[in-house]
């Protein structure tokens, strides 16, 4: 029943109780001091392994219940630093999210009219359509054909509505267009999506002049987008050899893949065409006495 470790212990104990009692009988009934010499130089031997042994089973019980300790201690220190380490990464997550949101209200405070801040929660896994859908929908006052904007420029405009979310057409698919115009030289046309993440300036007239790096921008005449509101930059020019126009590609300021919050403009300040301008200046003046 027990054990062959259990067995050497408890033969260990005996023997080196043994080995004391007899050594103190020796000691008292020894009547001469050499019996008592022999009896030391007999027994002697046998105290110092004994002892010994005591010693070397001290410390190894003592080493082994440090050894325990310590693996305790650093399944310990392992869990509270997996702790550290999450809440690190919560800390630098909300850090990073907080300078987002504050770009994104800096941004709020330069447009007009009401709107929404929304968060990206998918995206089309297709390669060949361009879409995001955002957590928020018609319960929070959205419809189709709003535009949706991000601190570095124009992003999409909404196409389908549901109760909580809405799908947006980002400006890089090919069914998506915006009128836009060179911000330096204001030579207008026509920003088509594109594949691989760019878009086409289409509808330029081949006599304006027209810089790699130029800014284009929204004219507001679309009846969608407000005017000014970035499109990206000119990163390439073609002209042919035939033909009245030059196309262009542009690049967007918009990173839509890192893209993670916008603003949905519910009453976006549309730019009035020339001839509207003219039909209010008639007005007033007719309604003037």
């Not at 057409?169 to 090919?174: E, K, S």
């Not at 390439?236 to 035939?242: E, H, Q, T």
């Amino acid at each position: 029943m027990f054990s062959k470790k259990m067995l050497l212990i408890i033969g260990m104990i005996l023997f080196i109780t043994a080995n004391i009692i007899a050594l103190s009988m020796l000691s008292r009934l020894s009547p001469s001091i050499g019996i008592s010499r022999f009896a030391i130089y007999v027994i002697a031997p046998f105290q110092k392994g004994s002892t010994s042994l005591i010693l070397f089973v001290k410390d190894f019980w003592y080493q082994y219940f440090y050894l325990v300790s310590a693996a305790e201690e650093n399944e310990k220190l392992k869990t509270q630093l997996a702790h550290a380490f999450k809440k690190n990464n919560r800390c630098n997550e909300l850090e990073l999210s907080n300078d987002r949101f504050r770009k994104l209200l800096d941004f709020r405070q330069t447009i007009a009219g009401r709107v929404v801040a929304a968060e990206v929660i998918g995206r089309d896994p297709t390669v060949w359509i361009k879409t995001i859908i955002i957590d928020k929908g018609s319960k929070d006052g959205l419809e189709k054909l709003l535009p949706v904007v991000a601190p570095e420029g124009i992003v999409g405009q909404i196409t389908e509505v549901s109760l909580n979310s809405s799908k947006v057409l980002l400006i890089i698919d090919q069914n998506s267009s915006v009128d836009g115009l060179i911000q330096r030289t204001r030579a207008r046309g026509i920003v088509k999506g594109k594949s691989y993440g760019q878009c086409l300036f289409k509808y330029v007239l081949r006599k304006h002049d027209v810089n790699v790096n130029d800014m284009v921008v929204s004219t507001g005449l679309d009846g969608v987008f407000p005017k000014g509101l970035s499109l990206g930059y000119v990163s390439g020019i073609v002209k042919r050899v035939s033909g009245i126009f030059q196309e262009m590609t542009v690049t967007p300021h918009v990173d839509f893949e890192r893209l993670e919050e916008v603003l949905v403009l519910l009453e976006p300040q549309v730019q009035d065409t020339p001839f509207d301008n003219k039909i209010k200046k008639n007005i007033k003046i007719k309604k003037q006495p």
